[in-house]
C-alpha cells in the first residue's frame, strides 16, 4: 500500500503550469503507476483541499547521448488536479506566484 507522500512526488513549477493556478488547477510529478483516484485522495489528505477533477499524461524518455553512449531518461507520469470552486488554494503555489 502506497502512502500519499509516494504517489505525489513533486510539484511542476513551469510557466505554463503557473497559469492554471488562477483556475485552480496545479500540476503535479506524480509516480508511473498511480491512477487518478489514488491522486485525488492523496491531494486531498497532504493539502487539505477537495478535488474536483484529475488528468494524467504519461511522458516518454527523451533520446539523450554522451559522446559514443546513448539511451533515454526515465519515463514519468504528471497529473494535472483540478480544485473545486468552494475548496481552499494550496499555500506552496501561491508563494510562488
Known sequence: MKTA???I??????ENSMQGIGMKKY???VAPDAGKVEIASAVEKIFGVKVAKVN??????RYRRQGLHAGYTARSKKAIVTLTPDSKNIEFFESMV
Open 5 to 7: 507522500q509516494d504517489i
Open 9 to 14: 512526488l513533486a510539484p511542476v513549477i513551469t
Open 27 to 29: 500540476t503535479f510529478k
Open 56 to 61: 494524467t499524461i504519461s511522458v516518454r524518455g
